[in-house]
């Protein structure tokens, strides 16, 4: 049972426009999310988050979005460059009985930005 | 400043070989975990450490071990390796927002 789901495997989008990732996630104890970036051979890379107690969070070109009646989320970057070709992965995080946050990944989405 | 570093970079192992996978984070995190990446899988969690001396299952633990040797360092080990566990391993380190080190690139033939 996938408790975060990016059910976009791929996306392309133009240079210079709007890339929207989506996210959907099931689990009502989930109160952080995360979105990471991750080029191939290399490692995730923390990109940017949003607690549940808001509904949007902004960094630079990015934006994140959090709908918790619809247990949604979704990425925004504006305006796209080709350096933002990556998977995306989204994230849920929920606090653990050890003291430690454990992570539940999407599959992730490749985002080709195409000059 | 290193950030999560991992050793090795690649690994071939034969069925039935043993190896442990390194990890050390300089952020000073009290947290570690490992993960590993499967084709069309996203990360899943195998082990984590809230804490140094304390180690917990996460989502796919079987054939895995784990030692959290200090503040610093946690380390994976397969006892007797298996191809169903040929992936790309993960270390990473934090709370709410975990760094990752690069990875592992392992093969089980």
């Known amino acids: 049972d996938q408790q975060v789901k990016q059910n976009s495997p791929s996306l392309r989008v133009q240079e210079g426009r709007i890339s929207i990732l989506n996210c959907d996630y099931t689990n009502s104890m989930f109160d952080y999310f995360l979105w990471y970036k991750k080029y191939p051979a290399e490692g995730p890379t923390f990109l940017i988050s949003i607690s549940s107690i808001k509904d949007k969070n902004e960094d630079g070109r990015f934006t994140v979005f959090l709908n918790k009646s619809a247990k949604h989320l979704s990425l925004h970057i504006v305006p796209s460059q080709p350096g933002d070709s990556a998977v995306y992965f989204c994230?849920?995080?929920?606090?653990?009985?050890?003291?430690?946050?454990?992570?539940?990944f999407g599959k992730g989405t490749k985002l080709s930005v195409i000059p | 400043n290193a950030g999560v570093t991992q050793t090795p970079k690649f690994q071939v192992l034969k069925t039935g070989q043993s190896m442990t996978l390194q990890c050390a984070q300089d952020?000073?995190?009290?947290?570690m975990y490992w993960y590993r990446q499967d084709p069309g899988m996203g990360l899943r969690l195998i082990y984590y450490s809230a804490s140094e001396g304390t180690t917990d299952k996460g989502e796919v633990p079987n054939g895995y071990n784990v030692s959290r040797l200090n503040k610093r360092e946690f380390s994976l080990r397969l006892e007797s390796a298996a191809p169903s566990q040929t992936s790309v391993y993960f270390c990473a380190s934090g709370l709410s927002e975990q760094f990752f080190g690069p990875g592992t690139r392992l093969t089980v033939l």
């Open positions: 952020m000073n995190h009290n947290s």
């Open positions: 994230a849920a995080s929920a606090l653990s009985g050890a003291g430690s946050y454990q992570l539940t």
